[in-house]
């Protein structure tokens, strides 16, 4: 039946994402949360991963629509 309940699969999404912020709640510094789609380069990930910054590389943006 859930199959093709796009609800479902949504809901499902969200509720995981939402525990994971909650289990990580108490350490942010552990988690890293970023909308890939909004990034011109890589410098939040580098950071969060103690890379210098001047590795950073652009987001490719291939086939926005």
Not at 57 to 65: E, K, L, R
């Amino acid at each position: 039946d859930k199959l093709y309940d796009k609800d479902y699969y949504v809901g499902m999404y969200e509720s995981r994402n939402a525990e994971i912020k909650r289990y990580f709640s108490n350490a942010p510094d552990k988690l890293l949360v970023i909308d890939i789609t909004k990034e011109q380069d890589t410098a939040k990930i580098c950071g969060f991963l103690n890379i210098p910054t001047h590795m950073k590389v652009a987001v490719p943006h291939s086939n926005q629509t």
